[in-house]
């Protein structure tokens, strides 16, 4: 395919050309990439399918998300830069041209977006640096001679605004990245989990059995109802073919919070969702192209293996999926060879399922339930509660089966 079919040149945008922007030693006319949007953002000024089509165009630099035309107006308004994960100790306003810089009164320097826009400019450093913006490069003049000049490119439906250095300069590449006073990111990426995601145990080496589907605070459960349902199927769903009672839910920090709450990480363009650094057991969206991914899976999990180090604490983790049917997944942190004992109790008290009573080694360890008694007889519907006992430790969590 040639390559300005995968390349979308935005009208009006003037080039973010730098310097060493295409190394043409890198283009080529033979070259395989899959035909999948996640769209990235060349220093040509080109959206790129995806960073196999730019990388392929020979350019040296991009960031994810659709180029956006430039507009001066674009910088105004309040912007937060972020340190050490999400750590927020500086904003700085684009005002009338000129910028204001604050600083976070807070002893841990991270202030959020309420105490950030509770400030006014008589709130500002004493200080205040004019600024100007010609085509897509922002001026901005430090006093004493000196201007600093960044070229900008703007990304998240100008949520997000990432700054290179100047051609003049003698370094190159990404200067720093703000984003808006309020938005909420993850990873730095416009990843946003809202939309339909499949869940099977085992990952997508086998057929989707659940679909969740995050929309405007709640989460809808899809289950499947044959033996295969593909993307097809899934998207022929709506809410009214959701199990009854959605979960409300909060995505903040790249924090998921629903029952318990669990650290989202994105992979692969964000098209996977990983559950802090569990490989094993992850969310992927519907029409996403899984085999573009697999191997980026795989690889993680070996790395997690060779890497993982010993839980620092016994912890019980929620199950998941929860509320679900007929299957669940609950695991627990092992600090020290332990004789480990899970069981499955009802609301009134009486055991249903010993599920783990054995010596196990430290680490991190997982079990399946399937819904059934000891006697291996289906259980019906409703709350159950599950316990972990290893030595002097006890905790106990709920969780929910539907039929």
Known sequence: ?????????????????????????????????????????????????????????GVTNWAEGECQQQDETLIEGRWVTRFEGNTISTMYEFLGGFRYTYYCNDSNNDCD????????????????????VNDNTLSIDLHFGTIATYTIGFRCDGQQVDLYYDDDDWVEGLHSSMSRVGFDYANGECYSIEGRWLWNYGGFAYSASTMYEFLDGFRYTYYCISDDCDSTYWNSLDTSDAIPNPDSYTFKNDTLTIEG?????????????????????????VDLDTSSCENQIVEQQLTLSENINKPKKFRLNQNYPNPFNPTTSLSY???????????????????????VSTN????????????????????????????????????TKKMILLK
């Not at 709130?123 to 004019?130: K, S």
């Open 360 to 395: 196990q080694s430290s680490g991190f360890k997982s079990v399946q339930w399937g819904a059934t008694n000891n006697q291996g007889q289906p259980v019906s519907a409703g709350v159950y509660f599950y316990t972990i006992q290893v030595g002097d430790y006890r905790q």
């Open 1 to 57: 395919m040639i390559k300005i079919v995968s390349a979308l040149i935005i009208g009006f945008l003037p080039s973010l050309a730098m310097a060493d922007c295409i190394d043409e030693s890198n283009i080529s006319d033979d070259f395989s990439c899959i035909e999948i949007w996640n769209p990235v953002c060349g220093c040509d000024g080109i959206t790129y399918s995806n960073d196999c089509f730019a990388e392929n165009a």
């Open 113 to 132: 977006s309420t105490y950030w826009n509770s400030l006014d400019t008589s709130d500002a450093l004493p200080t205040i640096n004019p600024y100007t």
């Open 333 to 355: 942190d092992l600090v020290q060879d332990s004789y480990v004992s899970v069981t499955i109790y009802d609301m009134l008290g009486n055991v249903i399922n010993h599920l």
């Open 261 to 285: 709450s669990s650290l989202i990480n994105f992979e692969c363009n964000g098209g996977i969702l990983l559950f802090g650094d569990n490989t094993f057991s992850y969310l992927w969206r």
